[in-house]
């Protein structure tokens, strides 16, 4: 079956530290790889995309990597701060499906410790 | 500019009755998208619009649930005789045909007596 898998236990960093957070995907051919972050009632927020022929993307403090033979994209925060706290969603559009809506996993809940 | 959004924040029904959720996209955003999304849980999808049309309903769980986007722009999102376990978020996001973006609302919180 289709699976997208998220640490679900909190990762708790100090500031200043990097935060990395696991996408891992089974049974997909996805064409491209999405990370949103979500505060507590609001909605979830786009931050990075990343194509299926992509190995690395980088935006300010958040880098994403992408390999298809793994299966994984990685997410980092460098230089994390406690207003980096939230909960980190990862995405895919996978073209096997036919569908044009994401398939999100469960988010990993990141907590920076001042 | 506006982004997305819902209306109304909060929903509170008894069983059996129905409701209705609406969506206003960013204007222009000819795509949109309905998902539910439960305690500890990612968005799940329901159905998308292209334009006026469902584009793709495969994630309505039943015949209870239904979305309609009559103009193509603002959409509503119809479930009939509550059940409990339909309480969740019920976010709404849109993109343009261009991009792969999507743009979401703050939600519905919808809570089912």
């Known amino acids: 079956s289709q699976k997208i898998e998220q640490n679900s236990e909190a990762l708790n960093i100090q500031e200043g530290k990097t935060a990395t957070l696991t996408c891992n995907y089974t049974n997909y051919s996805p064409a491209y790889l999405q990370w949103y972050r979500q505060d507590p009632g609001r909605g979830p927020v786009f931050l990075l995309l990343i194509r299926e022929n992509e190995k690395e993307k980088r935006k300010e403090r958040l880098k994403v990597t992408f390999d298809t033979t793994l299966k994984q994209s990685l997410f980092h925060i460098t230089a994390s701060q406690p207003a980096d706290s939230a909960t980190y969603l990862c995405?895919?559009?996978?073209?096997?499906?036919?569908?044009?809506?994401?398939?999100f996993g469960s988010g990993t809940r990141l907590q920076v410790q001042p | 500019g506006a982004g997305v959004s819902q209306t109304p924040s909060n929903k509170v029904t008894e069983k059996g009755k129905y409701v209705e959720l609406r969506c206003d996209p960013i204007s222009g955003h000819t795509a949109l998208y309905w998902y539910r999304q439960s305690l500890g849980q990612g968005p799940e999808f329901l159905i998308y619009f292209q334009g006026t049309g469902a584009a793709d309903d495969s994630g309505l769980p039943n015949d209870r649930f239904f979305a309609v986007r009559p103009e193509g722009s603002v959409s509503t999102l119809k479930i009939q005789r509550t059940e409990r376990g339909d309480s969740a978020v019920y976010l709404c996001?849109?993109?343009?045909?261009?991009?792969?973006?999507?743009?979401f609302g703050p939600g519905t919180r919808l809570l089912v007596l």
């Open positions: 995405a895919l559009l996978s073209m096997d499906t036919g569908r044009r809506a994401l398939t």
């Open positions: 996001a849109s993109s343009s045909a261009a991009q792969e973006t999507q743009y």
